[in-house]
């Protein structure tokens, strides 16, 4: 009996932290909110041209891509309008 608690004991913790830290990892992926970029050219209509690309909310780097004028920085549509710029965790 002392033997199976020696084995197991050492198992049970090994489980455990990598349990907390995969569930930690979860946590901080559910902050990231996936968002479609829109290019923002003004005078055209309409003035917000769905790039099909995706970005995230919680970077530093300005989520960019190129739509057929080279590369372009994209924004949030809301409604008919994109004034917010969108960011991405990773360089483009």
Do not use: W
């Not at 946590?27 to 990231?32: G, H, S, V």
């Not at 970077?59 to 004028?69: L, R, W, Y």
């Amino acid at each position: 009996m002392k033997n199976l608690k020696t084995l197991l004991l050492p198992a049970f913790v090994l489980l455990a932290g990598a349990g907390s830290a995969f569930a930690t990892h979860l946590e901080k992926n559910d902050n990231l909110a996936i968002i479609r970029g829109y290019v923002f050219r003004e005078g055209e209509i309409p003035e917000c041209v769905n790039s099909l690309k995706d970005c995230d909310t919680s970077g530093s780097f300005t989520c960019t891509a190129d739509i057929g004028m080279g590369s372009e920085d994209l924004y949030q549509l809301n409604g008919t309008v994109c004034p917010n710029k969108l960011t991405h965790t990773q360089p483009n």
